[in-house]
């Protein structure tokens, strides 16, 4: 059987051909943009901007037995279930568009708030820790029972003071932002000595579970439910929709 090299010249690409295959190209580049800059530009509407965190002294929170906080009045006639992760950018960027609003909504006592956070973010921190170490102090501020002080702290947590990946917070310096945030010295020494670290670790990976099982496999944040419903975060009025 002969070696030698084909004859045959591959016919080149026509300008046609090219040119679809570089619109087809154009058109995936500008949806990722679009929907990055949708979700996480920081020119993106702020919901209810300068209203702040929780102010109502009516509202509580608690700890729950699976590790999850809720937060709202004690008699608020719904509930949704919000889970983040303390180092997830997408979080972020939900706390800092809806956060405020969703604060008014449970001083009006329309809605509560359970949080159930996970922790598959650790490994993108500097310790390998960060998200249930911040989840164990997002505890220790919620045993307190003070929604005003839980909420603040929550929100800072998330926004001004959320660390980037390959970064993360030391336990001192989550205690130090739950002492500013209002906590007292008992959420304070719960944060710095680690008293809740190892059950946070437990029952965030039982959420992580948890969430994989309602999105079918896909455990993904941030993620909201009304009950089972899975909200759609791209429509930006979906807290008025399910709290007028």
Known sequence: MSNSPSDYTPRPMSSRTTYALGAVALVLILL???FAYRWGSDNAEVRNDGYGSVRNPAVTTAVQSDGGVRLGLPDAPKTLEIYEDPMCPGCGNLEHLYGQELAQKVDEGKLAIRYRFVNFLDPKSTDGAYSTRATAALQCVAETGSGITYSKFHDTLFTT?????????SDDELATMATDAGAPQSAH???ATGARIEE????ASAAVEDLKAALEGDAATPSVFDVATKIDLEQHDWVQQVAP
Not at 161 to 169: F, I, K, N, T, V
Not at 200 to 203: F, H, K, V
């Open 189 to 191: 020494d719960c944060i």
């Open 200 to 203: 946070a670790r437990t029952q």
């Open 32 to 34: 990722i943009v679009f």
């Open 161 to 169: 003071r959320q660390p980037e990946e390959g970064s993360g917070l």
